[in-house]
């Protein structure tokens, strides 16, 4: 079954594979939202010639598949990240995530892409009865990043989302949600006619170092040789480069799409917003412009049947609301998101000179934009990458024995999550 956003896209949008060896200033190596940015960063500053590779369609893995959340921040929670690097660094690589929002605001406007963009606000609902943590993170947001994150009270939430499940909420203003494929897409045309030279159906198979330069090799026989060469990579990232192919962690999430609901969807949701909750292994969703509702959820190593994923996430759904009992599916999908251990992006150079940006784990669309920002500044020169991500390095996942604990992980916080619950109610 084809993903919704495939639907709406553009099919014939699509580049010829790269069959014949070329010479490029850049070669990028991923044509996903990290990819593109770092394509369209440095077109940005006036640097065009760039070859960008894509071993399937553009947007084919996570990039294309997502929720559609637009926000500021990284997989790692806030106030993980406050005790990792300190409130001064914390800040600053924040707001640089922050400036990746508006830098999508800006460009959808600027460059006119038609991608369903929704401004209005992002709700974190409260799965459980204690409100505790959920003060403490409205007072963090504010103190040490300097964000006004709206307290929504149990009456005030219920108003908007007609549901006993929650018990009240943040609402962060600057958070939008958008269609990421038809959003990719705009970005492809962009940098197509500035002269960006894209190839789909064109998986990298080596990266060689040429004398002074670098050939990176794909599988239908064509070449690149190049100055600069940048890893843009997810889940899907294969082995061509073991240092990097080693420090992702494959993991998939679900997502589904229910058909038009029309004023069925007011019995649910009286809010534009896109929501998420408070668990470990959260719900996220958001209604669409058609009164579809998008809803995801769950990780796993696995990717399931269809059949599987709208059991699944049906039931997930009804659980928050029971009054959508009966709702039929139109879509329902599952992807790859690359993870790192630690949780935050993986930005740099290797040691022999390669580029990467990659390991956005679920919180992509805003950090993959940062990363590929961090990365043409530092190609042109104008800035290295951030000190703050210095302690974040490639650490090794260890292959299938990384999946298997990273799974069993998963269920040991959904657990929690689950006793938790279960106290906050009996209590």
Known sequence: MPTFYETTGDPALRFAPLAQAIGAD?????????????????????VRDCVLLEAEAIGFGASGRNGGFVSAGFSVDAPDLVDDVGRDQARDLYRMTEDAVNLIRARIDRYRIDCDAVFRGI????????DHVLRELQHLMHDVFGLDWRWLSRDELRSRLLTERYHSALFEADGFHFNPLRYAQGEVR?????????????????????????????????????????VACGGYIGEFCSPLSRAVLPIATYVMTTEPLGDRLQTAMRTDAAVFDTRFAFDYYRPLPDTRLLWGGRMSIH?????????????????????LEGVRVSHAWSGLMGYSRHEMPQIGRLPNGIWYVMGFGGHGVAAATFGGEVIARALTGE?????????????????????????????????????????????
């Open 303 to 323: 990717e399931p049947s269809s059949e599987e994923l709208v059991r699944l996430l049906t039931r997930d759904l009804l659980r928050v609301y029971p009054q």
């Open 190 to 230: 962009v940098l197509r006619d500035a002269g960006v030279r894209l190839h789909e159906q064109s998986p990298v198979t080596a990266i060689v170092a040429d004398g002074s330069a670098w050939r990176v090799d794909t599988a239908g026989g064509g070449s690149v040789r190049c100055r600069e060469v940048v």
């Open 26 to 46: 850049v070669a990028i190596v991923g044509g996903g939202f990290a990819g593109l940015a770092t394509a369209l960063g440095l077109l940005e500053r006036d």
């Open 383 to 427: 800035a290295g990458i951030p000190s703050g991500l210095a302690r974040y390095g490639l650490a090794r996942t260890f292959g299938a024995f990384g999946r298997i604990a990273a799974q069993a992980t998963y269920w040991w916080l959904q657990g929690r999550d689950a006793v938790r619950d279960w106290r906050s109610i009996v209590s």
């Open 123 to 130: 709700l974190v609902a409260n799965w459980f009865h204690d």
